[in-house]
Each structure stands twice: as structure tokens, then as C-alpha cells.
T-cell receptor, first 115, second 112 residues
Framework: DGGITQSPKYLFRKEGQNVTLSCEQN?????MYWYRQDPGQGLRLIYY???????QKGDIAEGYSVSREKKESFPLTVTSAQKNPTAFYLC??????????????FGPGTRLTVL | AQSVTQLDSHVSVSEGTPVLLRCNYS??????LFWYVQHPNKGLQLLLK??????LVKGINGFEAEFKKSETSFHLTKPSAHMSDAAEYFC??????????FGTGTSLTVIP
């Protein structure tokens, strides 16, 4: 099946720890995105990548880092510098960046809780 | 600058009655517009999209939306609500295809 997978579904972290969320897609999409979702705030863009080995900060990049070493993979690291990391994290991809009629395909999400 | 406003944070309808979820956008140029649905603790699923072709767009599960440039609106409708329609709905705008701007969401409750 083609799609986007995120793992784990639930993740618990102690304060002061870094944690990495996985996102993999087998859709052969060029662009990938990470969003954070908090109740009542919609989705906010953390980072996006248009091509391998390149990525740009979104609106709330502080305390997060990413890498894009392979086309199909876009892991997100939540660092200890992120002051309020408890949230639902969504990964998305689109076929190529810059086409106006692009649509995004979303993974099932990872719920991160800081203890 | 682009922005999206979903005018209602919560909408309740009875099963079998029409659904209207409202969305207004601001954009200097003709944008692409999308509606997504999200069920609890799930990812987002595309319902429909507008990309400057027909102004009335039909989507999955009986939903449709009409692009009205003069009103800068892209409201989502369905003639008859089903219990399975209960979910969170997001209106999204994109100009460049690089970045997508999300509304804050509308929670739809369907009353049996």
C-alpha cells in the first residue's frame, strides 16, 4: 500500500530528553512537512523540505530539528530546548513543491507527551 | 499575506439535515483551496480541492464546496448529515504550492 507512516503512535518523554519522531513515505513525493497540532489552534508548520538534503524552517521551528537524507524519510527531533512539546505531530508529503494544485497527504500522527 | 478564517469553531446538526461549514480566505492572488477532515487521533484526509477550474467542487462522501471570489469564501456543504461525518474539518489555502495555511478547524457534531 502506498502512503505515509509515522512511528510511534504514542511517545512519552521525560523533561530534558531529546526524542525523534519517524516519518516515511513510499509515494515518491518530493516535498515533506512536519506540523504540530494543539487543541483549538489548527496545524502549525514546523519544518518543510522540498528536496533531499534541503529543508526550511516553518512558523514554529525553535526547539526542533530535521534531516532529509533520503527522499522517503523526514525524521523530526524534538529537543530539550522545546519548552512545551506535548502535542500531536503530523507528517505530510506532496508530489512536488511549487505546483499550485498540490495537495498534501498526511500520516496518522504521533502523540507526544512529556512527563 | 494569506490567511484562512473558519467562522465557526463548533457546528451541531441533526442526522439527515444539511451541513454548512464556513471558510473565508484572504489572498492577493488566486489561491488553491482545500477541505480536509480529521477523525479523532487520526491524520487528515482530503475531502476536496479547488484549483481554478470549476467553482463548484465535488468531493468524497457527498461533500461539495463553492469558490466565490467576490466573497472570498469556500464554504463546505453536504445535503444530509450522517453520523460518520462527525469529525474536525479544516479549510486550507495555498498560493505557491510550497506552504499551506490552515484554519483553526470546525468541530462537527451530528445528533442522532
Amino acid at each position: 500500500d502506498g502512503g505515509i507512516t509515522q512511528s510511534p503512535k504514542y511517545l512519552f518523554r521525560k523533561e530534558g530528553q531529546n526524542v525523534t519522531l519517524s516519518c516515511e513515505q513510499n509515494l515518491n513525493h518530493d516535498a515533506m512537512y512536519w506540523y504540530r497540532q494543539d487543541p483549538g489552534q489548527g496545524l502549525r508548520l514546523i519544518y518543510y523540505s522540498q528536496i533531499v538534503n534541503d529543508f526550511q524552517k516553518g512558523d514554529i521551528a525553535e526547539g526542533y530539528s530535521v534531516s532529509r537524507e533520503k527522499k522517503e524519510s523526514f525524521p523530526l527531533t524534538v529537543t530539550s530546548a522545546q519548552k512545551n512539546p506535548t502535542a500531536f505531530y503530523l507528517c505530510a508529503s506532496s508530489i512536488h513543491s511549487g505546483a499550485v494544485n498540490n495537495e498534501q497527504f498526511f500520516g496518522p500522527g504521533t502523540r507526544l507527551t512529556v512527563l | 499575506a494569506q490567511s484562512v478564517t473558519q467562522l465557526d469553531s463548533h457546528v451541531s446538526v441533526s442526522e439527515g439535515t444539511p451541513v454548512l461549514l464556513r471558510c473565508n480566505y484572504s489572498s492577493s492572488y488566486s489561491p488553491s483551496l482545500f477541505w480536509y477532515v480529521q477523525h479523532p487521533n487520526k491524520g487528515l484526509q482530503l475531502l476536496l480541492k479547488y484549483t481554478s477550474a470549476a467553482t463548484l467542487v465535488k468531493g468524497i462522501n457527498g461533500f461539495e464546496a463553492e469558490f466565490k471570489k467576490s466573497e472570498t469564501s469556500f464554504h463546505l456543504t453536504k445535503p444530509s448529515a450522517h453520523m460518520s461525518d462527525a469529525a474536525e474539518y479544516f479549510c486550507v489555502v495555498s498560493l505557491t504550492g510550497n506552504q499551506f495555511y490552515f484554519g483553526t478547524g470546525t468541530s462537527l457534531t451530528v445528533i442522532p
